[in-house]
């Protein structure tokens, strides 16, 4: 069964990462849940407690078990980049090492930030393909920057049954034009329930694309959670846009307003990463990327979690499905419910 808390998780947030509906928004729950459970793992007291409340208990679980396997191919990096000068704790680098592709790295922070800046990003360059050329920008890094938590993801899944691209035609999409618009008939899980429409398109290798389509305008998620209940195999008659998306931004905000505040703070406790007091988050920084074509879908995502030794104030006849409007699209692993990306398609 899909993990609930995974998913109550990626709504809240995507609520305040995208509050305005009337923009794109891209993002991957899993990247972000990846790098923000590990960074649990070093925080202590309520610093800890604000972030397992968000994540759920079963995070670091949900994580582990997402694994991608068959005829797909998938990528993660969880990686520790930490200043020579910072003292570590052994039981962190112990449990990091129970994480998907964990890595302890040092890093020239203090010395040449901008050469470390330019090794963080090579490093999740190349396990995201190349599709995340650039996840820190200029001057993100800084000489006080003590510790760098890094997810890093790639994903590349064909389509169970391809989208036949002699059907693919430009169709009118609400606020958008014309759109190259998608279409094929088939097995899918379908349901609607609470104001959505839901249509599961099955992928390889154990992944799922599920199109969120609200019956009226893209407002908030709530009701999102019945109608993923609901989807059961149906015959579907599915118009889907293709999709090319590119989103990075800062998350600390949406962080906040979701409750995690103490990481942000003076009073922060990453005492389970090292015993300097003097640690803190200064930002979270988040870029994902999803295409999807006749053939199926390719995405990757970064989650940067910065840390500074500086205080920081405070961031059967065939259902007709025509995806024809701002809709909200979801890629998951099957089983579990990992959401590896969360789109918000308003212009596609």
């Not at 962080?255 to 389970?272: C, I, M, S, Y």
Request: one cysteine or more; hydrophobic letters at 45%; glycine letters at 8%.
């Amino acid at each position: 069964m899909p993990d609930r808390a995974h998913l109550t998780f990626a709504l809240t947030l995507h609520d305040a990462v995208a509050p305005d509906r009337t923009q794109n928004a891209c993002w991957s729950p899993y990247s972000v849940a990846s790098a923000l459970g590990m960074t649990a793992r070093a925080a202590r007291g309520a610093t800890g407690a604000e972030l397992v409340g968000l994540l759920g208990e079963g995070n670091a679980e949900l994580v582990k078990a997402s694994r991608v396997e068959g005829d797909a191919e998938f990528a993660v990096a969880n990686t520790l980049w930490a200043a020579d000068e910072l003292p570590l704790e052994e039981g962190f680098l112990a449990d990091l090492a129970d994480w998907p592709g964990a890595r302890a790295r040092s890093a020239p922070f203090s010395h040449d930030p901008e050469g470390a800046r330019e090794l963080i990003n090579a490093d999740v360059a190349d396990t995201t393909h190349g599709l995340v050329p650039e996840l820190l920008s200029p001057g993100s890094i800084k000489p006080d920057t003590a510790a760098t938590l890094v997810n890093a993801l790639y994903l590349k899944c064909a389509w169970a049954e391809e989208f036949p691209e002699h059907d693919t035609s430009d169709q009118p999409f609400r606020g958008a034009g014309e759109v190259a618009t998608m279409r094929r008939t088939g097995r899918m899980r379908y349901a609607r329930r609470a104001g959505w429409q839901a249509v599961g398109v099955p992928a390889r290798g154990g992944v799922e694309a599920v199109v969120l389509l609200p019956d009226d305008e893209l407002g908030g998620t709530g009701g999102v959670p019945e109608v993923l209940d609901a989807l059961e195999h149906d015959r579907v008659e599915l118009h889907l846009p293709r999709l090319d998306l590119d989103v990075n931004t800062s998350l600390a905000d949406a962080l906040r307003q979701v409750g995690v505040r103490t990481l942000f703070t003076r009073e922060a406790d990453l005492g389970g990463l090292s015993p300097d007091p003097r640690l803190r988050v200064d930002d979270v920084i988040h870029e994902a990327v999803l295409r999807l074509d006749e053939q199926g879908f390719e995405g990757a995502a970064a989650t940067a979690v910065i840390m500074r030794m500086t205080s920081f104030i405070p961031d059967e006849p065939a259902r007709e499905v025509r995806v024809d409007r701002p809709h909200l699209l979801l890629v998951r692993h099957a089983t579990t419910g990992a959401i590896y990306f969360f789109a918000q398609v308003v212009q596609p």
